[in-house]
Each structure stands twice: as C-alpha cells, then as structure tokens.
C-alpha cells in the first residue's frame, strides 16, 4: 500500500523554465510534507518542507504547494538550472512529535537540458 | 560544521557475516533514524533512536537486525547473518530536538551480499 505516491518516474525541461514535480498521498493523518533531492551514491539533501496548516512555502527558487482537500502537493522550482537535474522524493509524516519517521515517494527524475 | 557521517560507504560481506553500519549526527542533534534504499525502491524507515533510548523500530527485520544509540559514540546499525536480499543502501539521518524539524542525511553505507 503506497501511501506516498509520485506518478511522474521521470521530467524533462528546458533550462530557464518551471519545473513542476507532484506528488499524491493517501493517508489524512499526515501533516508535515518535505522535499529532498538525491544524486547518485549521495544521500537526499533536504530542499523545503510545509506543515498542513499552510497551503505554500517559498524558499528562494522552490516553492511548494499543499492542497488538503486532494491530497496533492507540489514542487516548482523557477527558474530550472542544469544542476537541479537529480532525484526528487517528496516525503510525508504524521504527528509533530516524532516528524523524522518519513513515508517517502518512490522519486521523479528531474533533467534539466542547457 | 559536519553533517551526518557514515561509514563505511562501501561494505562487502559474504552471506552469513556480520554488517556494521556506523553513524554520526550532525553537531547539535540528537534523534538518529536509519532508512533503507532497496534497487529501485523508495527510502523505506527502519528505525528512530535517541541516545541511549530506541523509540521506534517498527521499520526493522524482526530477526537480525539491531540498532544502538550509545551515550557515547556513533549510532550502530547491526545486520547478523547477512543474506544478499539486505544488499541495499542504507542512511542514516538525524534532526533537532524540536517540532518540525526536518531530517538531513548522510551519504549513505552501500552494502552488497556476496
């Protein structure tokens, strides 16, 4: 049972341009949703995260976007550099007190072409 | 300023040995939890460990596998009898005693069971 779902294995845009990766969750009880971007044989490097009483972060070229009521949220990263090309897992959890027990995605692979 | 540090960040063990993984918090962090990355797989949680203390392990194997957080020292992550279904990579994150706190990783222990 996938609680965390990212539909997209994989992206392609033009440098410059948005990105928009989504990804899609099940489970109500979340509350607190990150974004982590992985190269290879590196670990996820945490990017930005929302807690479900907002519905957007911004921090700096990413934003994200939560919508409750779908279950659905989003990350857009404007504009998108060659170097943003990686692995993209959005990751979920429930309950503020123990918020490192993540639910993640199975990833988006974001290329970025020059 | 140090992140997470792991290692080793390769390990080669024949079916039936032993696998220690070893694991440092980043400075100022005191929660640890160990996620495993099986071949094509999403980050899956293993286990959340303070010092001293294991608060969650309903993410790890019922047989062989074991974790410690000692008052002193790195965070151990313990694979008795190795069999090559645990070839995986495995990471260790850590976060800050406080709510909404996101996790950081390390680089990750790549274990292959030969």
């Known amino acids: 049972d996938q609680q965390v779902k990212q539909n997209s294995p994989s992206l392609s845009v033009q440098e410059g341009r948005i990105s928009i990766l989504n990804c899609d969750y099940t489970?109500?009880?979340?509350?607190?949703f990150l974004w982590y971007k992985k190269y290879p044989a590196e670990g996820p490097t945490f990017l930005i995260s929302?807690?479900?009483?907002?519905d957007k972060n911004e921090d700096g070229r990413f934003t994200v976007f939560l919508n409750k009521s779908a279950k659905h949220l989003s990350l857009h990263i404007v504009p998108s550099q060659p170097g943003d090309s990686a692995v993209y897992f959005c990751a979920a959890s429930s309950g503020s007190s123990n918020t490192g027990k993540l639910i993640f995605g199975q990833g988006t692979t974001l290329q970025v072409k020059p | 300023n140090a992140g997470v540090m792991q290692n080793p960040r390769h390990l080669v063990r024949r079916r039936g040995q032993e696998a220690r993984l070893r694991c440092s918090p980043m400075?100022?962090?005191?929660?640890v939890y160990w996620y495993r990355q099986l071949p094509e797989e999403g980050l899956k949680f293993m286990v959340y460990l303070q010092k001293e203390n294991i608060i969650d392990e309903s993410g790890m194997p019922k047989e062989r596998f074991s974790a410690e957080f000692p008052k002193e020292g790195p965070s151990i992550l313990r694979i008795q009898q190795v069999v090559r279904g645990d070839s995986a990579a495995y990471f260790c994150?850590?976060?800050?005693?406080?709510?909404?706190?996101?996790?950081?990783f390390g680089n990750g222990t790549r274990l292959t069971v030969t």
């Open positions: 929302i807690s479900s009483i907002k």
């Open positions: 400075k100022g962090h005191s929660h």
């Open positions: 489970n109500s009880m979340f509350d607190y």
């Open positions: 994150a850590s976060s800050q005693d406080r709510e909404w706190s996101p996790l950081h």
